[in-house]
């Protein structure tokens, strides 16, 4: 019941995801991603502490095989999880249980990987991942926001959707978009439509907070 994206911008070095859902909450237990470290999806029988230890394994140099191998060696209910997973290089992995419920199916394509259960069709990631890379010159945050699009285009869940995602991490520590939407009748719409309203106060909220003497004045006073 979930399907998610992972990419990363071969000319920024920005890394992202991009989920939505029919339950509430999606984007606080499944996307993870660092700045310079890598992103990782948790979900099905979702376990948000997996993002963490996958993340301080692709810290810790390990590739994005390396540390999804580990991470699924080490979970005692690993036959309930699906994981993906991008490296700081575009390298990526997946992993989907014995017991993820189909329709479910993962997809690769250049530094994007794509994840899907419990979905009216097996195709589902392919879809997100060619949405994906249709046009590298797009931001990031565009990008995956189309494959979001597509996986629903495609079939998507069986129940109505709720919630969707959008993180991307570039630089700092903090994450560079945050976006989440709940309890919405068109959730990708909506996170659409968020993003295209924060997208010209994102470089500013970085400023404001790295050099905040040259930042100018923003939108929003926050």
């Given at each position: 019941?979930?399907?998610?994206?992972?990419?990363?911008?071969?000319?920024?070095?920005?890394?992202?995801?991009?989920?939505?859902?029919?339950?509430?909450?999606?984007?606080?237990?499944?996307?993870?991603a660092r700045a310079g470290v890598g992103a990782v999806l948790t979900q099905h029988r979702t376990d948000p502490r997996l993002g963490?230890?996958?993340?301080?394994?692709?810290?810790?140099?390990?590739?994005?095989?390396?540390?999804?191998?580990?991470?699924?060696?080490?979970?005692?209910?690993?036959?309930?999880?699906?994981?993906?997973?991008?490296?700081?290089?575009?390298?990526?992995?997946?992993?989907?249980?014995a017991r993820v419920k189909p329709e479910h199916g993962e997809a690769h394509g250049a530094s994007c990987v794509a994840v899907a259960?419990?979905?009216?069709?097996?195709?589902?990631?392919?879809?997100?991942?060619?949405?994906?890379?249709?046009?590298?010159?797009?931001?990031?945050?565009?990008?995956?926001?189309?494959?979001?699009?597509?996986?629903?285009?495609?079939?998507g869940e069986f129940r109505p959707l709720i919630s969707a995602a959008l993180l991307v991490v570039h630089r700092e520590s903090f994450?560079?978009?945050?976006?989440?939407?709940?309890?919405?009748?068109?959730?990708?719409?909506?996170?659409?439509?968020?993003?295209?309203?924060?997208?010209?106060?994102?470089?500013?909220?970085?400023?404001?907070?790295?050099?905040?003497?040259?930042?100018?004045?923003?939108?929003?006073?926050?």
């Amino acid at each position: 019941m979930t399907f998610s994206l992972l990419g990363r911008c071969a000319r920024t070095g920005m890394m992202g995801a991009a989920a939505t859902t029919s339950a509430v909450a999606i984007g606080t237990r499944v996307p993870f991603a660092r700045a310079g470290v890598g992103a990782v999806l948790t979900q099905h029988r979702t376990d948000p502490r997996l993002g963490p230890v996958v993340l301080d394994l692709l810290a810790a140099g390990f590739s994005a095989s390396e540390a999804l191998q580990g991470a699924v060696a080490a979970t005692p209910h690993r036959d309930w999880r699906q994981l993906a997973v991008i490296d700081a290089q575009g390298r990526t992995a997946s992993f989907s249980g014995a017991r993820v419920k189909p329709e479910h199916g993962e997809a690769h394509g250049a530094s994007c990987v794509a994840v899907a259960n419990i979905v009216r069709s097996a195709s589902v990631p392919a879809a997100m991942i060619a949405a994906f890379e249709r046009d590298p010159s797009l931001p990031l945050a565009d990008r995956l926001l189309a494959g979001l699009a597509a996986g629903d285009e495609a079939g998507g869940e069986f129940r109505p959707l709720i919630s969707a995602a959008l993180l991307v991490v570039h630089r700092e520590s903090f994450p560079y978009v945050d976006l989440r939407v709940d309890r919405d009748a068109a959730p990708i719409a909506a996170l659409a439509a968020l993003w295209g309203a924060y997208r010209s106060e994102a470089d500013q909220y970085v400023l404001r907070a790295t050099d905040p003497e040259r930042a100018g004045p923003p939108a929003s006073q926050a």
